[in-house]
């Protein structure tokens, strides 16, 4: 990791930067590649992709009820029992969210309101491999049904045999997903935005991915699906003071560090003790963590800095618009009413990252990669769209048609001033 102690702001701009995945063109060129080919040849190439990249044949794509139902037989009671709890915080929180509707009288005889609308289908990408993110199921599928989403499909990889892994089924299934398709990677999110014979086409497309699902995701747009989010690599800021437990900091590090090699992790902290002692409480935790190698290169991208008061440590987080923000201080909660850029927030030494990661309640898909200026993580809203309407009685357009006529004859729009002068005496 590196360590810097009071960097001047002239190396801010550098010291905010993430790791950029190598060789973008290629993957741009490859996944191009894969959208044309499932857009042209369906389920044909879904299927032909699938054994080539992980090995499985699948006889359908489709996950049929059996399976699912099977699924919570060939998982711990445990484990079952974490998932619908969590699914109850998540949902709890995301049904405090929902927005209301607005209808307000703007001049007399003209009402104007605003409906929210569900998103009619959408399409939800979960990970699997080594980390099965039956999380981000829940993260997603339980407030698109809150929202009132009527159809919700997921696609996710199949293990070699064909099989899902059963923490995602039972997980789909707690959170009221309608169809679950065992296909991954960039085809997958090509079907969802094409269609295919076995995989609707949806309207928006949520979840995380590699660098090739990312870039799946962002040619999706192009091709009139709409996504959730751009997003790169996770990433956490941790603001402490000299009253932050090191070996809280360190695990929070670690938790970072465990979402893959290109993952960030940066402190800020007014404490040269912390900045001293820190990479030796990592280094033996590490050791004792299955994922050393990757973790190792994670962190090897990673800053230590040694900043002079609160306020600087408060405006270098704001530059860097960090995904998680860490506040291990003991003024937190006065340090939360600077906070103007970041996509989630926990406060305080009692609040690691990965309870949010799982089940406070709060959402997990959040802005990555400085995104989060200016993009929200996933919420209610995002499965809904919000239409507005208007209504105007005779008297209504009458009060307000001078003004239409005035800016419309002014932006040289005539016919605009006609439709308002036509319904009024002054046609």
């Known amino acids: 990791m590196d360590i810097l102690r009071y960097p001047a702001r002239g190396v801010w701009s550098t010291l905010i930067s993430r790791a950029l995945a190598s060789q ?67 949902a709890a929180f995301h049904s405090a969210e929902m927005p209301l509707p607005v209808e307000v009288e703007t001049a007399p005889g003209v009402v104007c309101m ?10 939800l990408y979960i990970p699997g491999g080594n980390s099965p993110l039956f999380s981000t199921v829940l993260m997603l599928a339980v407030p698109a049904k809150i929202a009132g989403c009527p159809d919700i499909e997921l696609c996710t990889p199949a293990d070699a045999d064909g099989s899902i892994h059963p923490a995602i089924l039972y997980a789909a299934k707690v959170a009221g997903v309608d169809r679950i398709f065992r296909t991954g990677g960039a085809q997958a999110i090509a079907a969802m935005t094409f269609g295919t014979a076995t995989v609707p086409r949806v309207d928006k497309i949520f979840g995380p991915g590699n660098r090739y699902v990312m870039e799946a995701k962002q040619q999706a747009a192009l091709h009139g699906c709409a996504i959730d989010m751009p997003a790169g690599p996770s990433e956490v800021l941790v603001v402490a003071d000299d009253s932050a437990d090191p070996v809280f900091v360190a695990s929070d590090f670690l938790s970072q560090a465990e979402h893959g090699p290109d993952s960030q992790s940066i402190l800020l902290t007014t404490s040269p003790r912390l900045i001293d002692c820190l990479p030796a409480i990592i280094d033996e935790m590490l050791s004792r963590l299955p994922r050393r190698d990757m973790m190792m290169k994670s962190l090897g991208h990673s800053r230590l800095i040694l900043m002079h008061d609160d306020a600087e440590m408060m405006e270098f987080s704001n530059l860097y618009a960090p995904e998680h923000l860490i506040l291990n201080h003991r003024d937190a ?46 919420n209610i809203d995002s499965f809904m769209r919000k239409i507005t309407f208007q209504k105007l009685t005779r008297e209504g357009i009458a009060g307000i048609a001078p003004v239409v006529i005035a800016m419309a004859e002014a932006e040289s729009l005539d016919a605009h001033a006609l439709a308002a002068k036509v319904r009024t005496t002054t046609y």
Not at 54 to 67: I, R
Not at 335 to 361: H, I, K, Q
């Open 24 to 90: 973008a063109s290629q993957v741009t060129d490859v996944v191009s590649a894969i959208m044309d080919d499932v857009a042209l040849r369906g389920d044909t190439a879904l299927r032909e992709y699938e054994e080539r990249f992980t090995g499985a044949h699948a006889e359908s794509l489709a996950v049929g009820k059996d399976e699912i139902e099977r699924a919570a037989s060939l998982i711990s009671v445990e484990l079952r029992d974490a998932i619908e709890s969590a699914a109850r915080n998540i």
């Open 114 to 123: 605003q409906r929210p609308v569900a998103i009619e289908r959408v399409g």
């Open 333 to 378: 909660d006065r340090l939360c009413t600077m906070v103007r850029n970041a996509g989630s927030v926990f406060v305080g030494p009692w609040s690691p990252e990965s309870a949010g990661d799982y089940a406070s309640g709060t959402n997990h898909t959040l802005p990555t990669s400085g995104y989060a200026r200016a993009y929200s993580g996933v």
